[in-house]
Structure formats: structure tokens, C-alpha cells
């Protein structure tokens, strides 16, 4: 198990286990940072995802679509290196804010 005060990113005090609020031009959605091997592929299904290890961010909420009905998080992208994020904000963690990974609906 991976200590929760394992920090990716001190100055924006991201730790293992934190939700984010990822910025992208498609819209924003949450994800929960990660630490481990995950999948990266940023071709959009043109090349074989690469086998990764390190800190990575886990979309959590899949269905979300922006105001064009396209959908934020392509399955390409649910996975993804924080070093490839454009802009994200910390804003809570799963053990103490469980609330935030409900989706709508539930």
C-alpha cells in the first residue's frame, strides 16, 4: 500500500489519493490521483498504449459531457500522467470527502 503522504506535487500539495478538478478544452471533470503502473495514450486510439509507472491521475467520472454532448474523457484519456495535465486543482481526498466520487443520479 502507498502511504497517503507519498507527494507528487508539493507546491500544489497533491497527494495520493486527492480528487482533482481537471482543466481540459473539452470541459472539466474529477479524477483521483494514483500511484502505480497505468496505461498512457494520448493518440487517441491510433498507437498501442505505453506501459507506465508513477504518479497518474484516474478520471472518476466517465459519463460527463459538455454542453455540446461530446464526451469529456475519452476512453484514451482516463488514465493519464500528472505531468500531462494542462491545469488541475486539488480538491479534497477520497478518504475524507467520499462524497465527491458519486456521480449523478446515484
Known amino acids: 500500500m502507498i502511504a497517503r503522504n507519498l507527494c507528487?506535487?508539493?507546491e500544489k500539495g497533491v497527494f495520493v489519493g486527492d480528487l482533482i478538478n481537471v482543466t481540459t478544452w473539452f470541459g472539466?471533470?474529477?479524477a483521483s490521483v494514483k500511484f502505480g503502473e497505468y496505461e498512457q495514450d494520448g493518440s487517441g486510439d491510433e498507437y498501442t498504449p505505453a506501459?507506465?509507472?508513477?504518479?497518474?491521475a484516474e478520471?472518476?467520472?466517465l459519463d460527463r459531457t459538455n454542453e455540446a454532448?461530446?464526451?469529456i474523457v475519452p476512453d484514451y484519456l482516463v488514465q493519464n500522467s500528472l505531468?500531462?495535465?494542462d491545469s488541475y486543482k486539488r480538491i479534497g481526498n477520497i478518504y475524507?470527502?467520499?462524497e465527491l466520487l458519486k456521480t449523478e443520479g446515484e
Open 83 to 85: 505531468f500531462r495535465l
Open 51 to 56: 506501459k507506465c509507472f508513477g504518479f497518474y
Open 96 to 98: 475524507q470527502n467520499p
Open 69 to 71: 454532448g461530446y464526451v
Open 28 to 30: 472539466n471533470y474529477i
Open 8 to 10: 507528487f506535487d508539493e
Open 59 to 61: 478520471a472518476t467520472d
